[in-house]
């Protein structure tokens, strides 16, 4: 069974019991349910598939589906994060230093997937994300947004990102070049 670990988890089961409608609760199974109705630990380990329907269900309620919204909460998740609990992936001054620190990242929230960084050159590389559930497309917008904050907070200015393979769509693996000013 595929888990991630509270940290990633937490923001959308706050989001999910906020929700006074129950139109995000109805999109959820018993066992995400179950796992909610429980306190969430960031330390822990949970199911990837409460994790991908809480993630879903807050996308289709609160987003609309809006794949751009969903892009600037990544900016928003990413920078609490990594001025948070992982610190330690920003390096001030060296964006793409900073970028390759994000498969370790990956390895520590989710037991399986991955990313790989192809530098293209100091300030552009290609991310590779591979291992994923290839329909979850609003999760390859968040990771967008969330490196995009990322380099921001190295430094990095003018970001410019684009899908150039969508596994959404049918592609092996999703890439998303990135490429940024000093």
């Known amino acids: ?5 509270g940290t990633i988890l937490v923001d959308f089961v706050k989001t999910i ?4 409608t129950g139109a995000c609760d109805a999109l959820l199974t018993d066992q995400d349910r ?25 996308v289709q309620v609160l987003a609309k589906n809006d794949m751009t919204k969903v892009r600037q909460w ?15 992936i ?7 230093d900073s970028l390759k620190k ?8 989710f037991d399986f997937g991955e990313i790989v960084i192809e ?14 559930d290839p329909d979850f497309e609003a999760h390859y917008h968040i990771m967008m947004g969330w490196i995009e904050r990322s380099l921001e907070l190295c430094g990095a200015r003018d970001i410019q990102s684009s899908f150039t393979s969508m596994s959404w769509q049918g592609d092996p693996d999703t890439r998303i070049r990135m490429a940024w000013t000093m």
């Not at 920003?90 to 793409?96: D, N, S, T």
């Open 74 to 88: 990544g900016r928003l998740y990413g920078e609490a994060i990594v001025t948070g609990v992982y610190k330690g």
């Open 119 to 132: 530098p293209v050159s100091e300030s552009e590389a290609v991310v590779v994300v591979s291992g994923f």
């Open 17 to 20: 019991r906020a929700d006074r």
């Open 90 to 96: 920003i390096k001030e001054g060296a964006p793409l």
């Open 34 to 58: 179950e796992v909610l109705s429980s306190r969430i630990l960031p330390s822990a380990w949970y199911p990837f598939s409460t994790y991908k329907n809480c993630f879903n269900a807050v």
């Open 102 to 109: 994000y498969g370790t990242y990956i390895k520590s929230v």
């Open 1 to 5: 069974m595929e888990r991630v670990k």
